[in-house]
Structure formats: C-alpha cells, structure tokens
C-alpha cells in the first residue's frame, strides 16, 4: 500500500483520530443564498434527480416528514480503530483497467464510506459535505432493518413465516400478497406482475414512490402505502422465483407492524436502535397518511449502520447482547432451501448467491452477504474477512451496473487486501 501520500493530499481536512473529510464545503452550491434562488432549490419535485439528490440525501428531514427513532439513554457502543490506508488498493474494473478504492469512490459519488475490521474502524472517509453526525439516505439497504424485525418477531413467536400474509394482514386478501407466505414476501418470491419489463418497473416504481410521498402528487392526493399494497395484482404462482419489488418490503412493514402492535418506527427503536448503542437518533420517512416507507425510507449516521452491520457480522450479539436471533442470520447465509432460481439481479455476478430473508448473499470464497439500494448505497459483511462495509452515496441514476460492479469489486478487493495485512 505504499504511495499513500499522493492520496491524502486530497484530503481538506483530517482529523487525529483517522477521520477523513474531503471537499468540506457545499461542492453541488445548492440551497445556499438568503434566500435560496429557485435554480439552487431542492424540493419534493427535484430532490431524486441529479445534482439535487447530492445536497438532498443529507437532508432528507428537510423535505419529507420524518418519524424519530430514537437510540434511547443508553450508552454509546464505542468502536474502537485502528486506520489503515485503503485508499491505493488495486483492482480491475469492470473494462479490465486497473481501479482504485479511492477512484471507485469518487466514480461512484460517494459520500460517506466506513470500512470495520474485527470490529475496529480502519477507514471512516466523508465527501461531499457529508460529516459524522450526518443522517442519510439508506434507500434499499432499508429492507435488512425491516427483514432483521422479522426475524425478532419469529423469535419471540410473535410471526411464524409459513403463515400466509392474510393471516396476519386481512386487508391484503385480495391482493398479491394475500395468499403468499410471510417467508415468500422475505425471500420475494411472491408472483407479481411483468415486473422484468423496464417499462413496466419503472412505472410501478413511480406509483411507490407517489404513494409513498416522495413525488409530489400530480392531482389528487395519492391514499398511502398502504392502500397501495392493496391495489397490486398477483400473476401466477408464488415461489417459483425471485422476483425483486420493494413493495415486499412494505407488506413485511404492515406485517411487522400488526404483529408489534406499535408502529414501525417505534419497532425499530425498541427493538434495534435503542440495543445497538447507536450515537444518534435515526428516522424514517413517512407518506402523507403517517406510514412509515419501509422499502426506502430509513435515514442514519454511517458509523451507526456500521454497527448494524457488525452485529450481523457477530452473529446479532452485539453491545453485550443478543439483538436479531443467531438462527435467523445462520439461516440465511447457511440454509440449502435455495430459491427456485438465483437472485435475477446479480447472478452473472455472484452465480452462488442466492436471496433470503432480505439478504442478499454471494456464495463467495469468504461467504460474504449484502444489501443494496438505489443511488450507489451499500452495506457488504464478509465474515471470513471480519470486515464490515457501509457506503453512502447520491449517484446521478437510481442503477448504474457498471458502477455497482465496481463497487463489488471494490469490496472484495479490500478484503482480500486485509487478509494479507
């Protein structure tokens, strides 16, 4: 790793305790002026859309409402570290040319990026205007919070995945998900409409973004999630494959909710934030009926998603308790009920990789597992390497393959690196 110097040049501003922040000003310029011109404005209109999303995935209580979830007045679950450069570790892109972790990032608009070994921060980096106490857009990587309740919840014999949906949440009777099992809304093996045409994806994805309050509504007023939810029409028959739809995660949500009998915001708080030492609050967005968007909506501190991350990675002991049951993380990295075909999203990429409980897991030599969401977020865990990845990002498109490609690589790259250090 020597050549380090060159890298660190580029840094602004860097602190004793291995912190690294690059570009602290506002590098997009947006909402600044007193007040704030219309072309430098992020609203509910623009705030998806490049370059507005830059300055809006950092400030996203400033443009939704929100709902608290709160850490609690426990304790702080310290992290120890112990930095090392990662910046000039070498890998090939996609195209075959030599990348490094440092030019990954930067291709890849990241804004804030923590890698744990053994637990020890070796690299927490900030771009972007992104600082330690900035709370962020997590998109996707929503989905293992939500999945992770699942699992508490069946622990306790609160839900029991093999009971059908309507069980648990009549109002979905006539839906798609009605006659689907909890574990097939998990594992999203639930039979949804041509969701492997573009088209039709990306409308789908724009009526849940509406229902969910993240478009401004173009007439009436959208009724909610969950209403929604009921609107979604099966085609064929459940668990015969892999079909990705964040309104799985919404059903799993509503699910969660009715077995918790509170609503999800406080399930997350009880349940996980308040257990994980987290060092800040976090919150979630809501739809103009007060539904929590479980798909897409959860906002935290890098160094707190980091630390979820690392109670998955200890078997979800963590800050001197169990938190999410050692069964139900074994079950998803070791069970062989695999789905009928592998995760349609990457298995060009990881063939071995499978998906369950909402995970997504890559069969890889080291047995790494993953949640990704739109916009370049990532959390990757790989427990022969006992390293823990977060990044945090606010990329011009929803999904850029190549770049995600990278980013794997970019992983993988670093953690074969730190096997060897």
Request: charged share 20%.
């Amino acid at each position: 790793m020597a050549g380090c110097s060159r890298y660190y040049a580029r840094v602004t501003a860097q602190s004793n305790l291995g912190i690294s922040v690059y570009e602290e000003e506002n590098v997009t310029g947006l909402m600044t002026g007193y007040p704030v011109p219309q072309q430098k404005r992020v609203d509910l209109d623009n705030w998806l859309d490049a370059p507005y999303n830059r300055w809006a995935f950092q400030h996203v209580s400033e443009i939704l409402p929100t709902a608290q979830i709160s850490r609690g007045t426990g304790s702080i679950a310290r992290l120890r570290r112990l930095p090392i450069v990662l910046s000039v570790v070498t890998f090939d892109d996609v195209d075959g040319n030599p990348m490094t972790v440092y030019d990954m990032l930067r291709a890849s608009y990241t804004d804030g990026f923590i890698v744990l070994r053994k637990g020890k921060i070796i690299s927490e980096q900030y771009f972007n205007g992104m600082r330690p106490d900035t709370k962020h857009l997590a998109a996707s990587v929503s989905e293992v919070l939500i999945g992770s309740l699942a699992g508490m919840a069946a622990k306790r014999g609160r839900l029991y995945p093999s009971t059908p949906v309507v069980e648990v949440v009549p109002e979905l009777r006539a839906s798609a998900f009605g006659d689907a099992t909890v574990q097939q809304v998990l594992d999203m093996q639930v039979a949804l409409t041509n969701t492997t045409d573009a088209a039709t994806v990306r409308a789908k994805w724009r009526s849940h973004k509406l229902a969910a309050g993240w478009r401004k509504a173009p007439s009436a007023e959208p009724e909610g999630i969950f209403v929604y939810l009921k609107s979604i029409q099966k085609s064929g028959d459940h668990g015969q494959a892999f079909q990705y739809a964040p309104t799985n995660t919404d059903t799993l949500g509503w699910i969660v909710e009715r077995t918790a009998a509170i609503h999800l915001p406080d399930a997350l708080s009880r349940d996980i934030w308040t257990k994980l030492g987290a060092e800040h609050d976090a919150y979630i967005t809501l739809d103009r009926r007060g539904t929590a968007f479980a798909a897409a909506g959860f906002c935290a501190t890098l160094r707190d998603l980091a630390r979820f991350g690392q109670m998955h990675l200890q078997d979800g002991f963590f800050n001197g308790r169990q938190i999410v049951p050692a069964e139900w993380i074994a079950d998803f990295r070791f069970g062989t009920d695999k789905p009928a075909t592998p995760s349609s999203l990457w298995a060009d990429v990881f063939p071995n990789g499978r998906y369950r409980n909402h995970w997504h897991t890559t069969g890889n030599k080291n047995g790494a597992y993953f949640s990704i969401g739109i916009y370049g977020q990532a959390l990757w865990i790989d427990p022969k390497a006992k390293v823990v990845i977060v990044k945090l990002s606010s990329a011009p498109q929803p999904f850029d393959e190549n770049m995600a490609r990278n980013t794997f690589r970019g992983f993988e790259a670093i953690t074969d690196a730190l096997m060897q250090h």
